[in-house]
């Protein structure tokens, strides 16, 4: 089963118009030859910005939240029609801040995978941990919980265009990265969660990424593992040499 590298950049709430331009300007001559699919996920602001100047280049755009409503009285919330207007391709869903500091849970979670889908976009939903939970050996309950949830009553017609991040989230900034043995077995955890919900073949579709303190050093031995497909990148991806030699884990 050969499922296509993915390294998506998660910029967080970081780079104005300036920085953002001179970011993409040097990053789109270092991955031009990258063999894995490079997506950067920018604050909404700099969406347009973004799009444009990659237009032409490998790397592809996304946004880091999206609304379920496709429109109405959702003060200060983006749409999916929006977004996809300005020509953002991938969102993320759910990451660990967004649940922790949002209020996000699994069934908004699950209410904005099902209308990234609807409107064509390419989810790249966020699972993991905490550190409690780890320690109280919960990690594998509440993975096969978030994956339960998050993907309550979705029909996926291509599996291939599913993205799933694992990103424990003791690790998530902290520069502490999951042993390779720690990820490789938390991410088997997700794809088997998958397979109970879309069996097995489907689950050997769906990309899996690795997020939590990724970067050049130790990206090639956590891309080498079986079930690890890519990585979202939230520190390293904010300058084009250190977000390269993650794009180029293979060098
Ligand atoms: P980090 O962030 O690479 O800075 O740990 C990853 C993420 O939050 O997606």
Sequence with gaps: MSRKAIIAGNWKMNKSQAETKELISELIPLVADAKSEVVICVPYTDIAMAVNMCSGSNIK??????????????????????????????????HSERRQYFGETDSTVNAKIKTALANDFIPIVCVGETLAQREKNQTTRVLRKQIKLGFENIEIADYSKIIVAYEPIWAIGTGVTASVEEAETSIKVVRSSLAKLY?????????????????????????????????????????????????????
């Design 199 to 251: 069996g097995r073949a489907n689950a050997n579709k769906i990309r899996l990424q690795y997020g939590g303190s990724m970067n050049g050093g130790n990206a090639k031995t956590l891309m080498s593992q079986k079930n690890i497909d890519g990585g979202l990148i939230g520190g390293a991806s904010l300058k084009a040499v250190d977000f390269t030699k993650v794009v180029k884990y293979y060098d």
């Design 61 to 94: 755009v996304g946004a880091q939240n999206i609304s379920w409503a496709e429109s109405g009285a959702f003060t200060g919330e983006i749409s999916p029609v929006m977004l996809s207007e300005l020509g953002a391709e991938y969102v993320i869903i759910g």
